[in-house]
């Protein structure tokens, strides 16, 4: 689970997207964003998202990075994505007209029972197979919440449907599908799915040092309105520095607390929770103690934060960030103008 958090995390490479300056992938990503916030409000205009997939797949391609690693990065996003849209395309949105109709479902009481008390019967014997010592059903015991859940879930619903006469009938539904729904459903899921991944093509092509220095150069016109920006940057620098050795950090006291005997992973829910306040505390003191040596250090080389600093990885544009940035424009437009 730590090794799919990409955010602080750079990928050395030579590609076309690492070879870019980090101010003209910021610009390029705030672009982006304007542009998937105007194409929201163009109903049933779907070229924009179209584009932007392609689009996607374009930098991935020009970024050298494999598209396993961006499946890691990206596929929870996904899972979120589809439990979101069970419901979605069932809402009024701005357009309440009626796309497609399911149901209604008629049905007895009494069916409605006995479907519930096989699924209960599978669900049961699903998680007692996951209290077995067996290696074969290591599955069910990496799913063991979930089907806990839909145990839970099981028992609710024959609760709900028990008590009237079993051959007493009656309807599930109809639930209607609108065009404000599905539109609701496609636009937002790609857009954000497209904001997500443009985020990760960032940080995993540009190191945090750089990425901080463009952010400081784009919002530097706003020191003349006294606004710190100066400390935002440094900041938001060691925020993103500091993010990858914090997660090894975690890993490290997990595995010292698994050679003490602890298993964090396994367990009931609260024995999962005791491991979780038990990692808590010794992560904190050592968050503390990175946090004040980090500030012996800084003030050991006299850091100032007042006065123009020099960048080291930001130069001026070149032909191929101003190539860039016009192509974005022009696809953006141009897929809005369609």
Same mark, same amino acid.
């Given at each position: 689970?730590?090794?799919?958090?990409?955010?602080?995390?750079?990928?050395?490479?030579?590609?076309?997207?690492?070879?870019?300056?980090?101010?003209?992938?910021?610009?390029?990503?705030?672009?982006?964003?304007?542009?998937?916030?105007?194409?929201?409000?163009?109903?049933?205009?779907?070229?924009?998202?179209?584009?932007?997939?392609?689009?996607?797949?374009?930098?991935?391609?020009?970024?050298?990075?494999?598209?396993?690693?961006?499946?890691?990065?990206?596929?929870?996003?996904?899972?979120?994505?589809?439990?979101?849209?069970?419901?979605?395309?069932?809402?009024?949105?701005?357009?309440?007209?009626?796309?497609?109709?399911?149901?209604?479902?008629?049905?007895?009481?009494?069916?409605?029972?006995?479907?519930?008390?096989?699924?209960?019967?599978?669900?049961?014997?699903?998680?007692?197979?996951?209290?077995?010592?067996?290696?074969?059903?290591?599955?069910?015991?990496?799913?063991?919440?979930?089907?806990?859940?839909?145990?839970?879930?099981?028992?609710?619903?024959?609760?709900?449907?028990?008590?009237?006469?079993?051959?007493?009938?009656?309807?599930?539904?109809?639930?209607?599908?609108?065009?404000?729904?599905?539109?609701?459903?496609?636009?937002?899921?790609?857009?954000?799915?497209?904001?997500?991944?443009?985020?990760?093509?960032?940080?995993?092509?540009?190191?945090?040092?750089?990425?901080?220095?463009?952010?400081? @150069? #784009?919002?530097? /016109? !706003?020191? =003349?309105?006294? $606004?710190?920006?100066?400390?935002?940057?440094?900041? &938001? *620098?060691? %925020?993103?520095?500091?993010?990858?050795?914090?997660?090894?950090?975690?890993?490290?006291?997990?595995?010292?607390?698994?050679?003490?005997?602890?298993?964090?992973?396994?367990?009931?829910?609260?024995?999962?929770?005791?491991?979780?306040? @038990? #990692?808590?505390? /010794? !992560?904190? =003191?050592?968050? $503390?103690?990175?946090?004040?040596?980090?500030?012996? &250090? *800084?003030? %050991?080389?006299?850091?100032?934060?007042?006065?123009?600093?020099?960048?080291?990885?930001?130069?001026?544009?070149?032909?191929?960030?101003?190539?860039?940035?016009?192509?974005?424009?022009?696809?953006?437009?141009?897929?809005?103008?369609?």
């Amino acid at each position: 689970m730590l090794g799919n958090i990409s955010l602080g995390t750079y990928y050395p490479g030579s590609s076309l997207l690492h070879r870019l300056q980090a101010r003209t992938k910021l610009l390029a990503l705030f672009g982006i964003a304007f542009w998937m916030l105007v194409a929201l409000r163009h109903r049933w205009h779907f070229i924009p998202f179209i584009v932007a997939l392609g689009l996607l797949c374009l930098g991935t391609l020009l970024s050298g990075i494999s598209l396993r690693e961006m499946w890691r990065r990206v596929r929870f996003l996904i899972f979120l994505i589809i439990i979101g849209s069970l419901t979605t395309p069932f809402a009024r949105g701005d357009d309440p007209r009626a796309l497609y109709t399911i149901g209604p479902l008629v049905t007895s009481y009494g069916s409605a029972q006995s479907v519930l008390l096989v699924c209960w019967a599978v669900l049961f014997a699903c998680l007692i197979a996951s209290l077995l010592p067996v290696a074969a059903l290591s599955w069910f015991k990496r799913r063991r919440g979930l089907l806990i859940l839909l145990l839970l879930a099981t028992v609710v619903g024959f609760l709900l449907v028990y008590g009237p006469p079993p051959a007493q009938h009656f309807n599930i539904g109809p639930l209607i599908v609108t065009y404000g729904g599905v539109w609701l459903l496609v636009s937002v899921s790609v857009a954000l799915f497209s904001l997500f991944a443009f985020s990760l093509l960032l940080t995993m092509t540009t190191s945090p040092i750089a990425l901080v220095e463009g952010l400081k @150069m #784009l919002l530097s /016109p !706003l020191r =003349r309105l006294k $606004l710190p920006v100066d400390d935002f940057a440094l900041m &938001a *620098l060691l %925020a993103l520095r500091f993010i990858p050795s914090l997660l090894e950090e975690v890993e490290h006291l997990v595995k010292a607390q698994m050679a003490r005997g602890a298993d964090p992973g396994h367990g009931t829910v609260r024995e999962r929770l005791q491991s979780m306040a @038990m #990692l808590f505390v /010794p !992560l904190i =003191r050592s968050v $503390l103690r990175r946090a004040s040596e980090l500030a012996t &250090a *800084l003030e %050991a080389r006299g850091y100032d934060i007042e006065g123009q600093q020099t960048p080291l990885h930001e130069a001026p544009l070149g032909w191929r960030d101003y190539t860039v940035l016009v192509f974005v424009v022009a696809v953006a437009v141009g897929t809005l103008l369609l």
